[in-house]
């Protein structure tokens, strides 16, 4: 069984940046891909940003595209979310998902593909 632990988060200015960090434990195939999704109050559960774990492939929603960079340390199996240039509708919950095998690597998958989720972190900005 996979654990998946986020960390990272917290309060910042509009224009600000944060990091948030997803460290995973139990993977059993040495290919998986994991992503960052983030849902705010009253609004739908939105993908943020995919990578595999070799971080060969990246994909990133339109919404955060030059300002967010996700990256993955293999060797620790932990997973980041770099933001910058926040902007108060980037206030969310950000969850980490993550998925054993190569699927996300020719097509972005809905939330109810990921297996495994993190239990969340908070990113609250200020106007």
């Known amino acids: 069984e996979v654990l998946l632990v986020e960390s990272g988060g917290g309060s910042v200015q509009a224009g600000g940046s944060l990091r948030v960090s997803c460290r995973g434990w139990?993977?059993?195939?040495?290919?998986?891909?994991m992503a960052w999704w983030r849902q705010a109050p009253g609004k739908e559960r939105e993908g943020v940003a995919t990578?595999?774990?070799?971080?060969?492939?990246?994909r990133y929603a339109n919404s955060v595209k030059g300002r967010f960079t996700i990256s993955h340390d293999n060797a620790t199996n932990t997973l980041y979310l770099q933001m910058n240039d926040l902007e108060p509708e980037d206030s969310a919950t950000y969850y980490c998902?993550?998925?054993?095998?190569?699927?996300?690597?020719?097509?972005?998958?809905?939330?109810?593909?990921?297996?495994?989720w993190g239990q969340g972190t908070q990113v609250t900005v200020s106007s």
């Open positions: 990578i595999t774990n070799t971080g060969i492939i990246t």
């Open positions: 139990g993977f059993s195939d040495s290919r998986y891909c």
């Open positions: 998902a993550a998925v054993e095998g190569r699927l996300c690597v020719d097509r972005i998958l809905m939330s109810s593909e990921y297996r495994y």
